[in-house]
């Protein structure tokens, strides 16, 4: 079982920063790619940001150049920096640990942490 714990969404203004984190605990060994997804009500789930174990980074057009994706393999955590937060950046954000075992893919989620961000 993997099991993800998020930290660090809170209510900011326009314009500023929150950085969140995730761990990963859990029996596996290696990860294909962790990230960040985003929900806003009435709206579908959406990739923010991801970063595969080769380092290869991709992100959503909206968040690019405002947005940091990083991560610790020692401690398993993976990092979201937001800068220059925007109202259309209010949503949950969950935690995404995306890995294949022995030819199956599993996809593993965080709880979700809330970031509003108020104009």
């Known amino acids: 079982q993997v099991h993800l714990v998020e930290s660090g969404g809170g209510l900011v203004q326009s314009g500023g920063s929150l950085r969140l984190s995730c761990a990963a605990a859990?029996?596996?060994?290696?990860?294909?790619?962790m990230g960040w997804y985003r929900q806003a009500p009435g709206k579908q789930r959406e990739l923010v940001a991801a970063i595969t174990s080769g380092g290869s980074i991709d992100y959503r057009d909206s968040v690019k150049g405002r947005f940091t994706i990083s991560r610790d393999n020692g401690k398993r955590t993976v990092y979201l920096q937001m800068n220059s937060l925007k109202p259309e950046d209010t949503a949950v954000y969950y935690c995404?640990?995306?890995?294949?075992?022995?030819?199956?893919?599993?996809?593993?989620w965080g709880q979700g942490t809330q970031v509003t961000v108020s104009s």
């Open positions: 995404n640990v995306h890995t294949v075992i022995v030819g199956v893919a599993y996809d593993y």
């Open positions: 859990g029996s596996f060994f290696t990860f294909d790619a």
